[in-house]
């Protein structure tokens, strides 16, 4: 009785982690503070001078996204900020940083008319007009699945993700753009779900990408907080139909499951849960826990220590702000280079001043804007 308890407390971050995400400052839960972002996205009209950069809404297609077991199409939007200079230097090649999104994202909320919290062209532009930024080509994909979010993760059920990210998208776009095709010239960065998939693509990934930057990365680490509630809505989603009604932590739950324990046996959601008629599935949960990255990164210091540059942040009001300090304190246990920082700010609060005066300088002084010597 007691070991049974004990393995119900020790539910893996990436449960907890989706419910986190629920939380921001003051209270708020997500869905709250990406309305309020959203309402004041709408209301502020762009006030960016200088030159604009221009936005490409393409769709590529995923060979490695092919015959996923959600039945979402390997073919995927892509949105591709081309900076100010591109079409005027037409011999000029280009560094280009890919950038992910998060959970219940898309890219069309970054890149297109409506912006959720983040209007990334106006900062992009802000960034390049201040001079604290280069030019160079941005991508990003969307990865807005069935299941509302990929986890940019491999499974039979969601697709691999992993592959689409570092092998279709990054040779497709130095194919059909004027792109340094080299890893130097190429960094990573995500918010999120987006931050996430950073560190899980960047710990596999260190020949196709050369610095990296994970912004309030969620699940990271096993955490041992459970909430039987959820897992009861949970166990009642028996169709993709059924998330338009569920709350966020449960249509979190049923991402990470079709991301980190598919079941191509188990139909019709192709997915087996950490628990069955309250009860802890242990072998499951492990697979949850082997996602986590902090339970990942003793097995690519190597790959990590390859980077030119990693950087960690999270607001000071974010409910994942202890499980990306426990980030840091691993990765300097294990003698990875990298820098962390703290800002006041919710999950969703500041992203886009964190992309223009943050990120954008990041991979200005780290990624390489030259061709690489043969």
Same mark, same amino acid.
């Given at each position: 009785?007691?070991?049974?308890?004990?393995?119900?407390?020790?539910?893996?971050?990436?449960?907890?982690?989706?419910?986190?995400?629920?939380?921001?400052?003051?209270?708020?839960?997500f869905a709250q503070a990406q309305e309020q972002a959203q309402a004041k996205a709408q209301t502020t009209a762009p006030t960016t001078a200088g030159p604009h950069?221009?936005?490409?809404?393409?769709?590529?297609?995923?060979?490695?996204?092919?015959?996923?077991?959600?039945?979402?199409?390997?073919?995927?939007?892509?949105?591709?900020?081309?900076?100010?200079?591109?079409?005027?230097?037409?011999?000029?090649?280009?560094?280009?940083?890919?950038?992910?999104?998060?959970?219940?994202?898309?890219?069309?909320?970054?890149?297109?008319?409506?912006?959720?919290?983040?209007?990334?062209?106006?900062?992009?532009?802000?960034?390049?007009?201040?001079?604290?930024?280069?030019?160079?080509?941005?991508?990003?994909?969307?990865?807005?699945?069935?299941?509302?979010?990929?986890?940019?993760?491999?499974?039979?059920?969601?697709?691999?993700?992993?592959?689409?990210?570092?092998?279709?998208?990054?040779?497709?776009?130095?194919?059909?753009?004027?792109?340094?095709?080299?890893?130097?010239?190429?960094?990573?960065?995500?918010?999120?779900?987006?931050?996430?998939?950073?560190?899980?693509?960047?710990?596999?990934?260190?020949?196709?990408?050369?610095?990296?930057?994970?912004?309030?990365?969620?699940?990271?680490?096993?955490?041992?907080?459970?909430?039987?509630?959820?897992?009861?809505?949970?166990?009642?989603?028996?169709?993709?139909?059924?998330?338009?009604? @569920?709350?966020?932590?449960?249509? &979190?739950? /049923? !991402?990470?499951?079709?991301?980190?324990? %598919?079941?191509? $046996?188990?139909?019709?959601?192709?997915?087996?849960?950490?628990?069955?008629?309250?009860?802890?599935?242990?072998?499951?949960? @492990?697979?949850?826990?082997?996602? &986590?990255? /902090? !339970?990942?990164?003793?097995?690519?210091? %190597?790959?990590? $220590?390859?980077?030119?540059?990693?950087?960690?942040?999270?607001?000071?009001?974010?409910?994942?702000?202890?499980?990306?300090?426990?980030?840091?304190?691993?990765?300097?246990?294990?003698?990875?280079?990298?820098?962390?920082?703290?800002?006041?700010?919710?999950?969703?609060?500041?992203?886009?001043?964190?992309?223009?005066?943050?990120?954008?300088?990041?991979?200005?002084?780290?990624?390489?804007?030259?061709?690489?010597?043969?």
């Amino acid at each position: 009785m007691k070991s049974t308890i004990l393995r119900a407390r020790r539910i893996s971050l990436h449960l907890a982690a989706a419910m986190a995400l629920l939380a921001g400052a003051a209270g708020l839960s997500f869905a709250q503070a990406q309305e309020q972002a959203q309402a004041k996205a709408q209301t502020t009209a762009p006030t960016t001078a200088g030159p604009h950069g221009t936005v490409e809404r393409i769709k590529v297609h995923g060979k490695s996204l092919e015959g996923n077991l959600e039945g979402d199409s390997p073919d995927r939007y892509v949105s591709v900020y081309l900076p100010p200079g591109y079409k005027t230097h037409r011999k000029q090649r280009y560094p280009v940083l890919y950038l992910l999104h998060g959970y219940m994202d898309n890219d069309d909320n970054w890149f297109g008319a409506k912006h959720m919290f983040v209007n990334a062209p106006e900062a992009i532009d802000k960034s390049l007009a201040s001079g604290t930024a280069r030019e160079m080509i941005v991508v990003m994909p969307n990865a807005y699945t069935v299941y509302m979010g990929s986890m940019y993760s491999n499974s039979v059920t969601t697709g691999d993700w992993e592959s689409f990210i570092a092998r279709d998208l990054v040779s497709y776009i130095d194919a059909h753009y004027r792109t340094l095709p080299d890893r130097a010239s190429r960094g990573l960065a995500g918010h999120s779900m987006g931050g996430y998939g950073t560190m899980r693509l960047g710990m596999k990934f260190p020949e196709v990408f050369s610095s990296l930057y994970s912004m309030s990365a969620c699940c990271l680490e096993p955490n041992p907080n459970q909430q039987n509630a959820t897992m009861a809505k949970t166990e009642a989603i028996r169709s993709a139909t059924d998330l338009e009604h @569920a709350d966020f932590g449960t249509r &979190a739950m /049923i !991402a990470s499951a079709a991301a980190w324990s %598919p079941d191509p $046996k188990n139909p019709p959601l192709y997915f087996d849960l950490p628990w069955a008629d309250g009860k802890m599935q242990p072998s499951i949960e @492990a697979k949850w826990d082997a996602n &986590a990255p /902090i !339970a990942m990164i003793d097995q690519y210091v %190597p790959n990590l $220590k390859e980077y030119r540059a990693i950087a960690l942040d999270v607001g000071t009001k974010d409910g994942l702000m202890a499980s990306v300090e426990e980030l840091d304190r691993n990765m300097t246990l294990m003698g990875i280079p990298h820098t962390f920082e703290t800002y006041e700010g919710t999950h969703v609060s500041g992203i886009q001043e964190r992309l223009e005066k943050n990120v954008m300088p990041f991979f200005s002084k780290n990624l390489s804007f030259s061709r690489a010597k043969r």
